[in-house]
């Protein structure tokens, strides 16, 4: 008798470590937020008109993000010519929803974005511990070392000619879409293009096959932000909060 519950105490131990053991290695891992789409360049006249629900220092490195908590550090890239600054969210706070991050003067000069078309992909990064950058971005520690280093000792190339080259080929090519929403059947998209159609004034909307179950319904090609501001304002307004704005 004494070993039949020896053996249950025994099973029931086991039992509890066990799914001790089980539940610790089901640790769910952090997704790291990434966006693509327009910025909103501060302005002053931008909080006090309520587009912007805070308030920022226009002659600092600074940022507001509607999901992104204060201290969250992201990587902000201008495709257009690669430039990027590495920093933490400022605060959080409201905006519209066709704008994915609001950011200084001082950030918009660093990254030298188009006014017109302040297109910007945006990652959080896990940062280094050990790594602390004053102000919270890599750029001003890149600048003081950049000044300090004699300019003879600098090999500069004469790289303009292809420069300029590029950056033609870059206004030519560029494009931007409205990611409307994704389906797996052919048909749920061409239902849902024909009645946009009867709701909004753009035409441009097409369907493209990613898979044999993925349809993606769009709108574009936009040439520039102006272009496509009315589209994606009609879309919001019939409930579609989540599009993406995209390059190709």
């Known amino acids: 008798m004494k070993k039949i519950k020896i053996y249950i105490s025994l099973f029931l131990i086991c039992l509890i470590t ?5 539940s610790t290695k089901h640790k769910t891992e952090k997704i790291f937020y990434s966006s693509s789409g327009f910025a909103l360049i501060y302005n002053d006249l931008d909080y ?6 805070r308030k920022l ?27 990027f600054i590495e920093t933490k969210i400022t ?14 003067k001082e950030i918009a000069k660093i990254l030298e974005l188009d006014a017109d078309n302040p297109y910007v992909e945006i990652f959080e990064i896990k940062k280094n511990k050990k790594f602390v950058a004053k102000e919270g971005n890599t750029f001003d520690e890149e600048r003081k070392v950049a000044q300090s280093v004699p300019v003879d000792e600098v090999k500069i190339d004469d790289l303009s000619k292809d420069k300029t080259n590029n950056d033609n080929k870059n206004i030519e090519n560029k494009n931007y879409f409205i990611n409307i929403n994704n389906f797996y059947y052919f048909d749920s998209a061409n239902n849902l293009k024909i009645e946009l159609s009867k709701k909004i004034t753009t035409k441009n909307l097409s369907i493209e096959k990613i898979n044999d179950t993925k349809y993606r ?10 272009s496509l501001k009315s589209t994606y304002i009609s879309l919001n307004n019939l409930g579609f909060d989540d599009l993406n704005i995209y390059r190709k």
């Open 217 to 226: 319904l769009y709108a574009g090609p936009f040439k520039n932000f102006s």
């Open 18 to 22: 066990g799914c001790a053991t089980q």
């Open 48 to 53: 006090k008109n309520g587009a912007v629900s």
């Open 91 to 104: 605060k959080k706070g409201n905006y519209s929803n066709i704008f994915n991050i609001v950011l200084t």
């Open 57 to 83: 220092n226009n002659e600092k490195i600074g940022t507001i993000h509607s999901i992104l908590k204060p201290f969250t550090s992201v990587k902000i890239i201008n495709p257009e010519n690669s430039n």
